[in-house]
């Protein structure tokens, strides 16, 4: 293994693929190397360090690779890309690399989903978002929570503001368009070092930390290109910029 590995080793062949398409994501337990994660905490205490709000919009929180060589150099990381290839396909776009530190008193996040443009089949387009939580987090603590098979129902615009609320509303009723079995509130659990792929049109929301320490994450997004992007946060000098291992990628078609 070398100093500049990212992750060690893993298996995404055709069960993953499909479990991932099934679930809407997967996760890859300790994925990240020792020297990655160590990288990423000093970038992303970085990243931290220049918040002067709480706003999720803060710049160098939306824009994290600008901001720090290394969140930058991941990009184009050889091992990086081939994930996100082995899920998209060969043509792909890099999309928004976001810093989505949780500090001990954070709220966490309702739930919510995001989209692109898979709504429309005939155009094939994908758009996946790998996480690096960086320290893990336990159920109810800063933690992940997921409803298995939503993507499919392909809904970019579902929120609830908790769990009960979710389950009374947008899911009442709704079953798993794969497995007939009813739609469930799956709540993870991640050691540090973890790796999470989540397609874009999957329901997730985020607990509120209990504990003192802060939870280290950011998310790097792919997409094949096709349509503008909503959360492409990306500036025009970034986007004419030759990163290494990231040439064609940064633009938007
Ligand atoms: O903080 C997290 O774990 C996820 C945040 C989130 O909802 C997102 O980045 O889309
Ligand atoms: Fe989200």
Redesign the pocket.
């Known amino acids: 293994m070398s100093q500049d590995d990212l992750f060690g080793e893993y298996a995404f062949g055709t069960d993953e693929k499909a479990q991932l398409d099934r679930d809407g994501h997967i996760l890859f337990p300790g994925l990240l190397t020792a020297t990655a994660q160590q990288r990423l905490t000093q970038s992303l205490r970085y990243i931290q360090s220049l918040r002067t709000t709480e706003e999720e919009d803060h710049q160098p929180n939306r824009y994290s690779a600008e901001y720090d060589e290394y969140l930058q150099s991941l990009i184009g990381h050889p091992q990086l890309l081939a994930l996100a290839r082995s899920i998209l396909g060969a043509e792909i776009r890099f999309d928004h690399c976001?810093a989505?530190n949780?500090p001990g008193h954070n709220k966490?996040?309702q739930w919510?989903t995001?989209g692109y443009g898979e709504e429309d089949i005939s155009r094939g387009l994908g758009f996946v978002?790998i996480?690096f939580?960086v320290n893990g987090?336990a159920i109810g603590d800063?933690?992940?929570k997921t409803v298995p098979g939503s993507h499919l129902y392909k809904d970019r615009a579902i929120q609830a503001a908790t769990d009960r609320e979710l389950e009374a509303d947008w899911m009442r009723g709704k079953k798993h368009p794969l497995t007939d079995t009813p739609l469930a509130i799956e709540a993870l659990a991640a050691p540090p070092g973890t790796v999470?792929a989540?397609w874009t049109h999957a329901l997730?929301?985020?607990s509120p930390k209990t504990s003192p320490q802060t939870?280290w994450?950011v998310?790097y997004a792919y997409r094949n290109p096709g349509l503008p992007s909503g959360a492409r946060w990306i500036s025009e000098g970034f986007e004419k910029k030759t990163i290494p291992g990231a040439e064609g990628l940064m633009s938007l078609y």
Do not use: D, E, P, S
Request: charged share 15%; proline share 0%; aromatic share 14%.
């Open positions: 976001v989505l949780r966490g996040q919510h995001h978002r996480f939580y987090f800063g933690g992940l999470i989540m997730h929301g985020v939870r994450t998310v």
